[in-house]
């Protein structure tokens, strides 16, 4: 159980994602998941051992690390990243509920239903409209909490997004004001600018997704209220043209994702 | 043998739950398997050579560590996830039992082979109580082995062969501390969620069979 798992269950939302869920999701899991893994894990990895005091009272680097780093940044993205990606799930399972309610249909042998076997409901890509909308917009809405509670909690937690070189403690049993050093500061700096940078390009495409979202809304309640049928089975046809071009070029990026995450 | 393996128990199982059994396996998945593995495992991994004792002792530390630090909380939580999934096993056992016996008979016995009726009920509700009484012993254990669920930045320790009253130091009590009240939080999660599957199902099926037992009687 690791990323790679996250990956196959918020592989099968893609599927039922506006273009814009695709990019975010190609930027969760390529700038985000995949620098986590490969490098911000090594450059936190000696972070206790390389703290360093100008003390040798036993004790005072314990408290000092303690005092400094409540939560380290690297586990406070791991939770970050977590609960940003939860949110998909309430798609994924409001999916699922349609094509089970679907499956009963078709075993019940009603004539509504339009398919002609199982493994085409299992195929089918649902569009967001109906109830599924509002699953899919209220987990937009959640995802952006999260994102801006976790930016939040790192801006107060380690006063900005500078990682200092040196701090300065009396925390007991340290006899006087001791002079810490944190192992690379530069680095951590860099990386943590980094992840704030992308987390914020995430929260962008939340907000143009649901803007997207809410447009779509008012236009087809617009376009409901007076114009022709004709028109929508137009609109739907290019629909289906960008999002299966949208499909292949994700499926594209997620199989260099699989790669690299195992 | 790792993780994945109980990744791919519990996949199985969400086959033949109901749907606040899949919120069950979701949960678990994302907030405490997943969690545990990307952060908390890390945090607890240096606990012994970031244990540190005020005192120049051999042996002292090893002894501290050793009285105040009995089982790991890191090994505890990985227990609680090893029991609790594994009473869903035993629904696993009994739609597989109920597919032999089709087969032995060869012959179509029960109208659906998942569905929660008759015999898969009583077990599917004995794997829910065991579940949530898991839950509960393992909250018990670490309130009662711990003193409650804060971890102290320093603990005083008198065991031989340290000569006098040592202090000892913890690494990252607050970070532990984050996380543990992370496990409990997700814990009484899962303990409410068990429960309210088990009304659920009690409610539902005591008001099927009450139904039945009315058209009977007017019958």
Same mark, same amino acid.
């Given at each position: 159980?690791?990323?790679?798992?996250?990956?196959?269950?918020?592989?099968?939302?893609n599927?039922?994602?506006t273009?814009?869920?695709?990019?975010?999701l190609?930027?969760?899991?390529i700038f985000?998941?995949m620098?986590?893994?490969?490098?911000?894990e090594?450059?936190?990895?000696?972070?206790?051992?390389?703290?360093v005091?100008n003390?040798?009272?036993?004790?005072?680097?314990?408290?000092?690390?303690d005092?400094?780093?409540?939560?380290?940044?690297?586990?406070?993205?791991?939770?970050?990243?977590?609960?940003?990606?939860t949110?998909?799930?309430?798609?994924?399972?409001?999916?699922?509920y349609r094509?089970?309610?679907?499956?009963?249909q078709?075993?019940?042998?009603?004539?509504?239903?339009e398919f002609?076997?199982?493994?085409e409901?299992r195929?089918?890509?649902?569009?967001?409209?109906?109830?599924?909308w509002?699953t899919y917009?209220?987990?937009?809405?959640f995802?952006?909490?999260?994102?801006?509670?976790?930016?939040y909690?790192?801006y107060?937690?380690y006063?900005?997004f500078?990682?200092?070189?040196?701090?300065?403690?009396?925390?007991w049993?340290?006899?006087n004001?001791?002079?810490?050093?944190?192992?690379?500061?530069?680095?951590?700096?860099?990386?943590?600018i980094?992840?704030?940078?992308v987390?914020?390009?995430?929260i962008?495409?939340?907000?143009?997704?649901?803007?997207y979202?809410?447009?779509?809304?008012?236009?087809?309640?617009?376009?409901?209220?007076?114009?022709?049928?004709?028109?929508?089975?137009?609109?739907?046809?290019?629909?289906?043209?960008?999002?299966?071009?949208?499909?292949l070029i994700?499926?594209?990026?997620?199989n260099?994702?699989?790669?690299?995450?195992? | 043998?790792?993780w994945?393996?109980?990744?791919?128990?519990?996949?199985?199982v969400?086959?033949?739950?109901?749907?606040?059994?899949?919120?069950w396996?979701?949960?678990v998945?994302?907030f405490?398997l997943?969690?545990y593995?990307?952060?908390?495992?890390?945090?607890?991994?240096?606990?012994?050579?970031?244990?540190?004792c005020?005192?120049?002792?051999p042996?002292?530390e090893?002894?501290?560590?050793?009285h105040?630090?009995?089982?790991?909380h890191i090994?505890?939580?990985?227990?609680?996830?090893?029991?609790?999934?594994?009473?869903?096993?035993?629904?696993?056992?009994?739609?597989?039992?109920?597919?032999?016996r089709?087969k032995?008979?060869?012959?179509?016995?029960y109208?659906?082979?998942g569905?929660?009726?008759?015999? +898969?009920l009583?077990? #599917?509700? $004995?794997?829910?109580? =065991? @579940?949530t009484?898991?839950?509960?012993a393992?909250?018990?254990?670490?309130?009662?082995l711990?003193?409650?669920?804060?971890?102290?930045?320093l603990?005083?320790c008198?065991?031989?062969?340290?000569?006098?009253?040592?202090?000892?130091?913890?690494s990252?009590?607050?970070?532990?501390?984050?996380?543990?009240?992370f496990?409990?939080?997700?814990?009484?999660?899962?303990?409410?969620l068990?429960?309210?599957?088990?009304s659920? +199902?009690?409610f539902? #099926?005591? $008001?099927?069979?009450? =139904? @039945?037992?009315?058209?009977?009687?007017?019958?």
């Amino acid at each position: 159980m690791d990323w790679g798992a996250l990956h196959t269950i918020l592989g099968g939302v893609n599927k039922h994602s506006t273009s814009i869920g695709k990019i975010w999701l190609t930027v969760l899991f390529i700038f985000r998941i995949m620098i986590l893994v490969v490098a911000a894990e090594r450059v936190w990895g000696d972070e206790q051992d390389d703290f360093v005091c100008n003390t040798l009272q036993p004790g005072c680097r314990n408290v000092c690390y303690d005092h400094f780093f409540p939560i380290s940044h690297i586990r406070l993205w791991a939770l970050q990243l977590i609960f940003v990606s939860t949110p998909a799930l309430l798609v994924a399972m409001h999916v699922a509920y349609r094509r089970h309610e679907k499956k009963r249909q078709f075993r019940k042998g009603d004539q509504k239903c339009e398919f002609k076997d199982i493994e085409e409901i299992r195929k089918q890509r649902f569009r967001i409209e109906g109830s599924l909308w509002w699953t899919y917009t209220s987990s937009i809405f959640f995802r952006l909490i999260f994102e801006a509670v976790f930016m939040y909690a790192f801006y107060f937690m380690y006063d900005g997004f500078r990682m200092p070189r040196l701090m300065k403690c009396n925390a007991w049993p340290c006899p006087n004001t001791v002079d810490c050093f944190v192992s690379r500061p530069t680095e951590k700096t860099v990386f943590t600018i980094f992840m704030i940078a992308v987390s914020s390009i995430c929260i962008l495409l939340n907000v143009a997704e649901l803007c997207y979202l809410l447009t779509k809304f008012f236009l087809r309640r617009s376009k409901k209220a007076g114009n022709s049928k004709q028109q929508p089975d137009h609109e739907n046809k290019e629909e289906t043209k960008q999002n299966e071009m949208n499909e292949l070029i994700s499926d594209s990026c997620q199989n260099t994702v699989i790669g690299f995450s195992s | 043998m790792s993780w994945a393996f109980l990744r791919d128990l519990l996949s199985g199982v969400n086959k033949y739950s109901t749907g606040t059994g899949r919120i069950w396996v979701a949960v678990v998945f994302m907030f405490r398997l997943l969690v545990y593995v990307v952060a908390a495992e890390n945090i607890w991994k240096h606990e012994h050579d970031e244990f540190e004792c005020n005192i120049k002792q051999p042996g002292c530390e090893n002894v501290c560590f050793d009285h105040f630090f009995p089982v790991s909380h890191i090994r505890l939580w990985a227990l609680q996830l090893i029991m609790v999934s594994t009473p869903s096993l035993l629904v696993v056992f009994h739609v597989a039992y109920r597919e032999n016996r089709e087969k032995h008979h060869n012959q179509k016995l029960y109208k659906n082979t998942g569905k929660i009726d008759g015999g +898969l009920l009583c077990t #599917y509700l $004995i794997s829910l109580i =065991l @579940k949530t009484g898991l839950e509960v012993a393992f909250l018990v254990l670490f309130y009662k082995l711990y003193n409650g669920f804060k971890i102290p930045r320093l603990v005083k320790c008198d065991i031989k062969p340290c000569p006098n009253t040592v202090d000892c130091y913890i690494s990252k009590p607050t970070e532990k501390m984050i996380f543990l009240y992370f496990l409990v939080a997700t814990s009484c999660l899962c303990i409410i969620l068990n429960i309210s599957e088990l009304s659920y +199902l009690i409610f539902k #099926y005591s $008001i099927k069979c009450y =139904l @039945k037992r009315h058209m009977k009687k007017q019958q």
